[in-house]
């Protein structure tokens, strides 16, 4: 792997990390209720969100862009955005608090919502 590709991973990466951050964290301190158990509203917003985001660029850099995009863009920004093992840790969270119904729609919902905004945004972008 060239020495460009890497430095556009790293970049991308510490961006989407830091944008991760900053959007889950937002979102929990608006969603937070004290007297339960909380849904992690935060990494599923950054998980959805990067999923229509990772879509959308993939569908639009696989016909028009330079060689470095693809590594910036979609293995580090929305790769990094997005995390999969917040998204265990979670769950696996919620379920050792016997929220299994939380746990549950969590699970599902992000694959499910997840994989339909990827394919949503792919089919929009490609198309140009």
């Excluded at 939380?102 to 994989?115: K, P």
């Amino acid at each position: 792997m060239a020495f460009t590709q890497l430095l556009m991973i790293f970049l991308g990466g510490g961006l989407g990390a830091t944008a991760r951050f900053s959007l889950s964290t937002f979102v929990n301190s608006k969603t937070a209720n004290p007297d339960s158990i909380n849904f992690p509203w935060g990494i599923f917003a950054c998980n959805l969100i990067g999923c229509l985001l990772i879509g959308s660029s993939y569908g639009w850099l696989k016909s028009h862009h330079p060689e470095w995009i693809h590594p910036l863009f979609v293995t580090g920004l929305f790769g990094g955005f997005t995390t999969f093992s917040s998204f265990t840790l979670d769950t696996q969270i919620l379920l050792q608090n016997q929220a299994y119904l939380s746990a549950g729609l969590y699970s599902i919902g992000t694959l499910l919502l997840g994989l339909l905004l990827c394919v949503i945004g792919y089919q929009v972008t490609s198309q140009f």
